[in-house]
């Protein structure tokens, strides 16, 4: 791997080849691949749930076997948890960092590598070992306990909760580690030049993450192994029966997984600053705003908890001062979303298919903060508390927001990645079905809660029947939209014309390397001297 | 106000069933407005943005904008002020939410798989339906036999959890005859959607004329059940009930809804789930002036019934 490695055709993918090339090795821009190919496997599996989940409910079972696409109440609530855990602990938290993060962050610092090669690497099998955990449910007496795992719900049920919870707790291992490495890569191993204010917005955002990643994570392992305890050996933590609290398991689980909504969507707003500002060709507005809130709300994030908890018989005052407090972390997502705005202002703006991704992200995202808000007004929440309304918004959050992101994020990447380009009409086609189909799906979930239509049922009066026909139909151009993006991407890599090194015209650093790049990343170390958006 | 009317409409909340309902809508056509107008201005902005500065050629000169403190400090206070207002604007009908009115009419609630129990203070049991007298305070006492539940009424904008293991309470003052769903909002397994129960509303002549018939020959009033059962369990040998004398143990005259004085010196107030824990668990709250582990626990001997009956009767005990 010598200084003219790249000249000669020689990259990451081609310098060694094999399976075991790949399941031993320890750069970060394979192990991001392999995250890739993991991911979507999950994404497929947790993606076939929700399309059963809505075609179940594509009819109330107003009359025995009609309208029932699922046999009963119980493989309902299997498959919405699975589609839960699958989406959330092997989609969403890993799928930005992990993928994406795992790929661009050493390159955008000027790094050869992340700072602990090999600990990333045991991220990734620490990854796959709780999926397989997890997945084994499956064979045995299978989960039942939605994804949040509710006590005494989860210590009573005949279903694999201990299995489970193991595998999340595994998989939150893995999600400390990458953490780990990335908060001592962005401190120890940046180019020379690369301060903390040149690094790009995806860097601070992927840190502010890493940071909660960090904290959050023990918490919800620590939680998972208590209950394990529980239901082994009858330890008395969080059911009555034994003397222990229901409610304390709420507190617990939340304290992790509200910090976890940021570790979802804090990635996603990096992803969108570097697509905004590249195809607007201008330096982003209000760059230290965006890089501080960040760090901002991962700080608030750790003290709003209470507010998934406004119903749960914590006392008056608690929920006050929670919904008080959530507010205020309200705040510096709204900057965000104003300094993006302002940075198309009088840019150069190209509609290619990242773009419409980030431009999708911004649309959707606006309608996931503004309802967000909503829920955070106390006797609000009180009746849209675990309706379709509280549905509706996370998943304009958590698919609107994060998995927009990430599929404007692998597409403007994706010419770096594998050396090549996809189709362009494909991509943008496939925004066309996923941007509609959304909507289409989602929206109506908001008029249902409002109508008061609670969330996790198997079956509805008829009321809601004609709002639940419509999501469905949804769900269906949803499906359409990411197959014409699969056969997009595999066709891309297949087929694709050759990438240049720098197709978008952007500054930061990755694209200043060879498409797919060097072993090292760079054949020269890179030297540092202006900031990551100086379109002038 | 006609704004907060065409909101309304747009809305689709259910009937409004309370004045409680009727504030909530009102907060949220408010919400309604102001949100669309922010996405107009973010989304509308967004779209005009794009399209007045279309790419025109791969050599265009873009501004060099990098931040403007006025503009950042004024889109950092407006949003801040908006959020606090309707904080306070929800504090204040949240409080009136959680606010139990004195006197009102308690009935008992008790969640189980996968339906809802029904206890009035008579001792008449119902299943799954709720009759409250209109225009009435009426105070809901839930519990749960088995996994957390949540006790939902649309129409009411009102939900609570109810929870294994303690008391949660909410009130409404039903405005409308009619009949209303109740459904119940917390994942509970098989049959969660099934478990939907109806709350009616009628005057209350009828109402009285409901309880009356059904009256069952020999069924006592819940708090009669608990003094039989008080006797019964021997708690008398050691509390007594009609005057602040003490024998072993506190007195139980008049405890309820006064504060208590606990052997560090703290205090609370003596309410339903403080009788309820004092049974189950004796010794996490010890009265000043009273030993240690003398009273032995009830917990798992006697059920949520029994529970409800024993509480019914300290509560009588004026």
Request: proline share 5%; net charge neutral.
């Amino acid at each position: 791997m010598g200084h003219s490695s790249s000249a000669h055709g020689e990259n990451y993918i081609n310098c060694e080849k094999g399976l075991w090339s790949w399941l031993t090795t320890v750069d970060h821009k394979r192990i991001g691949l392999m995250y890739m190919i993991t991911v979507m496997f999950f994404f497929f599996v947790g993606g076939v749930m929700a399309l059963l989940l809505r075609l179940e409910l594509f009819a109330p079972n107003t009359v025995q076997g009609v309208g029932q696409v699922l046999k009963n109440g119980d493989v309902y609530n299997q498959v919405l948890t699975y589609h839960g855990a699958i989406m959330v602990f092997m989609v969403i938290v890993p799928g930005i960092p992990a993928i994406l993060g795992n790929f661009f962050l050493p390159i955008h610092l000027g790094a050869k590598d992340v700072a602990f090669p090999k600990i990333n690497l045991a991220s990734w099998y620490c990854f796959m070992f709780g999926a397989a955990l997890a997945i084994a449910t499956f064979f045995t007496h299978k989960i039942d306990t939605g994804w949040t795992f509710y006590t005494p719900y989860s210590i009573r049920t005949g279903t694999s909760t201990v299995l489970m919870v193991l595998g999340a707790f595994v998989m939150g291992m893995s999600s400390v580690l990458t953490g780990l490495n990335f908060i001592v890569t962005v401190h120890k191993l940046r180019a020379p030049g690369m301060t903390m204010h040149r690094m790009p917005l995806f860097v601070w955002a992927l840190y502010s993450t890493a940071i909660l990643q960090m904290l959050a994570t023990p918490v919800l392992a620590i939680t998972l192994l208590l209950l394990a305890a529980e239901k082994l050996f009858g330890v008395g933590i969080f059911d009555p029966a034994l003397g222990g609290d229901p409610v304390l398991f709420q507190h617990f689980f939340w304290f992790y997984s509200h910090p976890a909504v940021y570790i979802m969507i804090l990635p996603a707003m990096g992803v969108v600053s570097e697509l905004i500002a590249a195809f607007s060709r201008k330096v982003i507005f209000g760059y230290t705003a965006i890089a501080y809130s960040s760090l901002g709300i991962a700080a608030v994030s750790f003290f709003v908890w209470g507010h998934h908890m406004f119903v749960s018989g914590q006392s008056a005052t608690a929920g006050i001062i929670f919904s008080f407090i959530t507010m205020l972390v309200g705040v510096p997502t709204a900057i965000k979303m104003f300094n993006w705005v302002a940075t198309i202002y009088k840019g150069s703006v190209s509609f290619d298919s990242p773009m419409l991704f980030a431009l999708g992200f911004l649309f959707l995202f606006a309608i996931g903060g503004v309802t967000g808000i909503m829920l955070a007004v106390l006797p609000i929440d009180v009746h849209f508390h675990d309706t379709y309304f509280v549905v509706a918004h996370f998943h304009y959050v958590m698919v609107g927001g994060t998995l927009m992101a990430l599929m404007g994020g692998f597409y403007y990447w994706f010419p770096k990645m594998f050396g090549k380009m996809f189709s362009e009409t494909l991509a943008r086609l496939s925004f066309v079905f996923i941007f509609i189909g959304f909507n289409v799906t989602f929206f109506p979930q908001f008029i249902l809660g409002a109508m008061g239509m609670p969330r996790r049922y198997f079956d509805y009066i008829p009321n809601y029947e004609a709002l639940n026909k419509i999501s469905t139909v949804g769900s269906w151009l949803i499906l359409t939209g990411f197959l014409i993006g699969l056969y997009a991407i595999v066709q891309g890599i297949r087929k694709g014309e050759k990438a240049p090194m720098n197709p978008w015209g952007a500054k930061t650093l990755e694209w200043q390397t060879s498409s797919p790049p060097p072993h090292f990343n760079f054949d020269v170390e890179p030297v540092v001297t202006a900031g990551p958006y100086e379109y002038r | 106000m006609m704004w907060f009317n065409f909101a309304k409409a747009q809305s689709f909340m259910p009937t409004q069933g309370t004045e409680i309902a009727k504030q909530v809508d009102n907060l949220y056509g408010f919400l309604l407005i102001t949100s669309f107008i922010a996405c107009v201005l973010v989304i509308g902005g967004m779209i005009y943005f794009v399209l007045k500065y279309k790419r025109k050629s791969d050599n265009d000169k873009t501004a060099y904008i990098s931040h403007n403190t006025a503009l950042e400090f004024l889109w950092s206070f407006i949003p801040l002020v908006i959020f606090l207002a309707v904080f306070a604007w929800g504090w204040y009908i949240y409080h009136g939410m959680r606010t139990m009115p004195k006197d009102a009419l308690e009935i008992n609630v008790l969640g189980k798989q996968w339906a809802w129990e029904i206890e009035y203070k008579n001792g008449f049991k119902a299943v799954n339906e709720v009759v409250v007298p209109v225009n009435t305070d009426v105070k809901l006492l839930l519990t749960s036999q088995d996994v957390i539940h949540s006790f939902f009424v649309p129409s009411f904008r009102i939900k609570q959890d109810a929870v294994p293991g303690r008391y949660t309470a909410l009130w409404f003052r039903a405005e409308k005859l009619g009949e209303f769903h109740v459904f119940c909002a917390e994942y509970c397994g098989t049959s969660h959607s099934g478990m939907i129960g109806k709350l009616r509303v009628v005057t209350r002549e009828e109402f009285d004329k409901y309880m009356e018939e059904g009256q069952e020959e020999g069924q006592l009033p819940i708090a009669k059940r608990g003094e039989k059962l008080f006797a019964l369990k021997a708690c008398a040998s050691c509390h007594s009930v009609d005057s602040p004398a003490v024998k072993v143990g506190p007195s139980l005259f008049q405890v309820f809804g006064h504060e208590v004085v606990l052997e560090d010196g703290s205090k609370v107030t003596a309410d339903e789930n403080y009788i309820r824990e004092s049974i189950l668990q004796p010794n996490a709250k010890v009265v000043k002036g009273f030993p240690h582990g003398v009273m032995p626990t009830f917990q798992g001997q006697i059920n949520e019934n029994e529970l409800n009956a024993l509480v019914e009767y300290v509560k009588s005990l004026k």
